[in-house]
């Protein structure tokens, strides 16, 4: 292809190969992409070839063969620039009965999820019903069973509640929520004191918010924030009336060499083509799973971290109070060793992965950044320096493969071309 980047030809090169599990994509790219509601790069002091710039990187993301959908979505100073979708939501491009992907198709943000369910009972703080410096104990009495009677809220949301995972049985144990309380109460405490909480910690989250205020997290995730940014998707689970239109997750990439094959069971709790193969099941979409299910367009992902970024308001209406959204940014001051993901991380004091130049998730220089990932290849992040809030929304689930270097040049693309104010 002429003009392609050294990185899209590796990354040519290496889809294909009988041994990497990969879909079908276009050589025109056109004929797979929707455009949303757009301003004007210019608008906000982004020229047409930075635009080009990111955008380039995006496609090439999608031209790894890695996912069968990749949604990208980019706000500037509030203004959305980016609302666009590569590839399809369901089945592979060419196939009988495939669907295309839109701006408007739900995605499932997986981890993404957690740190909106933990602005929940920062919400809750706000209102003067919890405090996070409470301890978990307090709330519920049998939690603090084998020595955790001291762990808090606030190591809760921050991947310290030392009950990182369960061991599962079948899918089905997931919807049984006392069950689950059950064993995690039992739970005797994991020994390092960060261990990233992958499942675990929803559950806690969700049964908290109900004891406090006698209603689900569903209905607090309504009235607190669904229904004051007034989002259409934004849901634990997806509607059964917009099921049908939810991109498809799907396995892809290089089979998981060993021992990396034995982390996605010991961190989620089930082997890792079945984590895939379940969210596409009714089962998983039909539940609240606080910290691994909500479904948002990119779009809506964006409406939220711009929320964030100008203190707590959205459209002039008051989400969560300025010293509220400070507090839920605070962080501990260099990142630790996560036991569960093997790397070092820095959370925030309210569950956000915050950047830092050890592990530049969300684009290198970008030192206020802070977001979250989901499953690995969803990326919802802010910059308050360069004033973007942006959703990187894939249906692929690739651990190892090409579309890795392609996933961080996204980050690094857009750090590089938007300046700071």
Known sequence: MPGQSVLNK????????????????????????????????????????QMQNVWKAVQDLYQTRMYNMVGFSVRRKGELIFDRSLGMATGE????????????????????????SALLLLKLEELGQLSMQHKISHYIPNFGAHGKEDLTLEDLVSHRAKVPTLEFESAEQLTDHDLILSMLCDQKPHKKKQAYHAVTGGFIVGEIIQIVTGQSIEKALDKYFRKPLKMKYFTYGVAKKYRKKAAQNHFSGLPLPHPISKLPKSILGFEFEEVIQRSNEELFQSSALPSANMYATGEECTRFYQMILNGGSYNGVEILKPETVKKALKGYFLPGFDSTLKIPMSFSRGGFMLNHKSIPLFGLKAKQAFGHLGFMNIMNWADPEREISVAVMTSGKPTVGPHMASLLNVSNTITKNFSKR
């Open 10 to 49: 590796v990354n040519s090169s290496f889809a294909g190969l009988s041994f990497v599990k990969d879909v079908a994509t276009p050589s025109d790219l056109e004929l797979v992409t929707h455009y949303g509601q757009e301003a004007s790069g210019a608008s906000v002091g982004v020229s047409s070839e």
């Open 93 to 116: 491009y060419g196939e009988v009965g495939a669907k295309a992907a839109t701006v408007d198709t739900p995605v499932c943000l997986f981890s993404a999820s957690k740190v909106i």
